[in-house]
């Protein structure tokens, strides 16, 4: 993707002449062209010389011509004047050109001058006269190098996103694309107004996004892409197949176009939307562009990668305030199951994303939710001052084992009880990254535990009890020590040897130090366990009845999946 930037440096739109170009050429200017009405529209562009005797001329024209006429069949009264002029503004004409010499020698009628100025129709009479077709021919070969120099532009623009469309560029990628060629600020939003992905063009990201649901709720131009001078946006629909899923906004300077001239930035824009839009249908089954965004944000939580400003900004512009809200961070696993091939994991996960934020909506709880890591969902809950803690984490507890079940009726195996982890609120962005990482910390610990073991259906800090404490220090070398000294012979005998004497430990602990159900739960008749537990002594050198023994090594493999985690 680095090697897009330079296919197209800046976007070129077609500079077609305008009126105070064309007046200054020097075939014009032999003419002592002299501007007597709508001064403040010369820069109108013309996209075509017409020249033409007719009082009724506006029914041949299209808009963008510049009319050149002697006047010569021009009404006499007022009224005939100023329906000429509105007939003439309402298609669209560049302006409007007389010469004198023919019928008027002087100064134009005060009807025409009149209502050329009302209508802020560019209104130029020529004091001398001019071949006309001289005229034409200046003027065409300006508007033809314009028009080949869109194509040219047009065909490199094509190329680009012809690039990206191959490529299965992000969003992200297409949005800065845009951004770059216009030189303007873009912005990705989904139907509900909340920003999906944005470049600010070098601008304050506070500028752009600050209060964006509420402004952007205000600019609705017609059509599938329109301009809203109001505003300055130009924006475009996106999505295919007559199910349009985000509109793409480029924010430029407010104010009119001229008259019958289509934004300079349509064609770029569009062509960004077709690309946006063919790309999510090739890559459907990828991560939701809103999950996208969400775990973003909460990577950059993580990482420092967003400053806390950002966050809030960014998060506010997705629909999910921050400021002023209690912070839950939350962390979702799945237990333990057949191990899936890499794709269908990453298929898995993403459902299991999806579900979480499913929930989340059916309890009308705001939040962010996002991938963690390739194995768990990271959520920061945002709540109001009159949402009760306990009550809006059991709701949602409830409602994504709810969604789970129902997922899994119609699958060969019932999915495995999802592992619910919470970490302590906090009241600001700042401390955010805190409760996501406590969060984190007891999902991993709580992994492992049994199911039901707890009295609330989530997992927190002192429910994980020892296991939370040992994976804490998971880190330290002293625990990794410890696990050495306890375990190490006995791993080292199960890696050389193939065996599963840890395992026949743990079930033993597990068990209560009750070899007979030991035996039962390890599927071994008791001499063959028993003779394992001899194995696992001589190993070792210790003595299993013993319980300080037994409480050791309990620990140290509870320390061991600690660390291996």
Known sequence: MD?????????????????????????????????????????????????????????????????????????????????????????????????????????????????????????????????????????????????????????????????????????????????QLAGRPVVLENLAHQVLTHDPAGRPESELLEGWERRSRGVRPPGRTGYDPRSGWLVTAVGARGQDWGRLVLVTEPGPLPVGTPHPHAMLLERGAATLALNRLVVRDRESLERQTHRTLISGILTHSLTVSEVALRAQALGVPLESRRLVGAVLRQRSGPIPAALEAQARLRDFTELAATAIRTCRLSALVGALDDEGVGLLIALGSQQDEHSALESFAAALRKLVTDGSRDASAPAPEPVIAVGSSVGSVRDARRTLLEAAQVADAALHDAPGGRTASYYRLPDVRLRGLLHLLRDDARLQTYVERELGPLLAYDAEHGGQLVQMLRIYLDQGRNKSAAADAAHLSRPSFYDRLHKVERILGVDLDQVESCLSLHVALLALDAVRR
């Open 3 to 179: 090697d897009f930037p330079d296919t197209l440096i800046a976007w070129r739109p077609a500079m077609l002449p305008t009126v105070a170009r064309v007046l200054d050429l020097d075939v014009m200017r032999r003419g002592l062209p002299e501007v007597v009405a709508g001064a403040a529209q010369l820069e109108r562009p013309v996209r075509w010389v017409h020249v033409s005797e007719l009082p009724d001329v506006a029914g041949m024209l299209q808009g963008g011509e510049l009319v050149l006429t002697t006047g010569i069949a021009l009404p006499e009264d007022r009224e005939g004047l100023a329906r000429y002029v509105r007939e003439l503004d309402e298609v669209g004409v560049a302006g409007l050109v007389i010469e004198f010499g023919r019928r008027y020698f002087d100064t134009l009628p005060r009807a025409l001058v009149h209502a050329a100025e009302q209508r802020g129709l560019p209104l130029v009479a020529l004091r001398r006269e001019l071949r006309f077709v001289a005229v034409t021919e200046a003027v065409h070969a300006l508007v033809v190098n314009a028009q080949l120099e869109q194509l040219r532009t047009s065909e490199a623009v094509h190329q680009v996103f012809n690039e990206l469309a191959v490529e299965g560029a992000e969003p992200v990628e297409v949005v800065r694309q845009v951004a």
